[in-house]
Each structure stands twice: as structure tokens, then as C-alpha cells.
């Protein structure tokens, strides 16, 4: 899922005005397991990613899945998110 991940993020840096929905699709994916294992983590920062770049439906789905989330694991995915934007 690595290649898909890295292929998507690059094509939403990109620029465009989808870029937004792209990193929402991916926090979905990973939230859902469609098409790679469960990672609440990694859904959690690419929705938080989402959400920054304007995409409010994001930023629901990423408080519901905050819910469910523990502390390190928020911690985590908030961490990953900040490394994400500062390299991007």
C-alpha cells in the first residue's frame, strides 16, 4: 500500500483543487481497510491533512475516529501528520 500511498500524496501535492478530497480518500482507505490492513493512525493524519487543506468532511471524520483512538495513538498520527506538512 506503500506505492499507492506515495502515488496519491504526490499527485495531491501537485497542486489542484482536489488535492484536499485525494488526502481524504486516503484517510478513508486506511479508516476502512478498503484495499490495505486497518491503520487508524495513518487515517487519522491523512484525514487531519485533509482537513487542513479545507476539506470539511474530513475534519468530522477525523474527530468520529479521534474517538476511538487512544492517546499515543493520536499522539502518533498527529506527529506523522506535522512531519507530512513540514516536508510538503
Known amino acids: 500500500m506503500a506505492r499507492f500511498e506515495m502515488h496519491?500524496?504526490?499527485?495531491?501535492?501537485?497542486?489542484?483543487?482536489?488535492?484536499?478530497?485525494?488526502?481524504?480518500e486516503m484517510g478513508l482507505m486506511y479508516a476502512t481497510g478498503r484495499g490495505c490492513p486497518i491503520d487508524l493512525?495513518?487515517?487519522h493524519k491523512w484525514l487531519n491533512i485533509a482537513a487542513i487543506?479545507?476539506?470539511d468532511r474530513a475534519a468530522e471524520l477525523r474527530a468520529d475516529l479521534a474517538a476511538s483512538?487512544?492517546?499515543?495513538?493520536l499522539a502518533q498520527a498527529l506527529r506523522a501528520a506535522?512531519?507530512?506538512?513540514t516536508v510538503h
Not at 496519491?8 to 481524504?24: L, P, Q, R, V, Y
Not at 483512538?69 to 495513538?73: L, N, R, S, Y
Open 8 to 24: 496519491n500524496a504526490e499527485m495531491a501535492t501537485m497542486g489542484g483543487e482536489n488535492s484536499a478530497d485525494i488526502f481524504c
Open 69 to 73: 483512538m487512544d492517546k499515543m495513538q
Open 41 to 43: 493512525v495513518a487515517a
Open 53 to 55: 487543506k479545507g476539506n
Open 82 to 85: 506535522r512531519e507530512w506538512m
